[in-house]
């Protein structure tokens, strides 16, 4: 998941059922499922046509953002990349790891501050080289009621 370098996209499909091929540069390529996302975010409500939704470019020679035109809707590869690990996590503990990340935008830094851990082991277990433990998946768990408290 996490990586050194920001995510950057090569090229996309959009298929059907609100899914999305994202190929990134560097050679990843997932199928993204934006139904969740339409489900939880009310400033992309206007996708939920198949039409608009269909109208997604990439700007050539770029890859930072997907983009739709016609209703001035932007996501940005990052985003897009960290929703794509959250949805294609091999395990659970991986999965909600991965989903705590994406849901509030943390860079490798800012979830090892969060988690008291290093960088390179966010790292770690984002690239899938170590399995995230229970208790990292439990911490993210109560970081996020702890944050939902003072907020």
């Known amino acids: 998941m996490a990586r050194m370098k920001r995510a950057r996209l090569a090229g996309i499909e959009v298929l059907n059922s609100f899914r999305m091929r994202l190929d990134f540069v560097g050679g990843e390529v ?5 139904q969740p996302l339409l489900d939880e975010s009310p ?3 206007r996708l939920r046509d198949p039409v608009a939704f269909a109208g997604a470019t990439l700007v050539d020679g770029e ?6 035109p016609a209703l001035d809707i932007q996501i940005g ?3 897009l990349w960290l929703d794509a690990q959250a949805q294609n996590a091999p395990d659970e503990n ?6 705590w990340r994406a849901r509030h935008g943390l860079s490798l830094s800012q979830a090892a501050q969060a988690l008291g851990m290093t960088s390179r082991t966010i790292s770690a277990y984002g690239t899938g080289a170590r399995p995230v433990p229970r208790y ?9 009621a702890e944050h939902r408290r003072t907020a």
Not at 30 to 34: M, S
Not at 63 to 68: A, D, Q, S
Not at 136 to 144: D, R, S, T
């Open 43 to 45: 400033g992309l409500a």
């Open 30 to 34: 997932y199928t993204l499922d934006f």
């Open 63 to 68: 890859g930072w953002t997907v983009e739709w």
């Open 77 to 79: 590869a990052d985003t």
């Open 94 to 99: 991986t999965r909600i790891f991965a989903q």
């Open 136 to 144: 990292i998946a439990l911490a993210c768990k109560g970081w996020e």
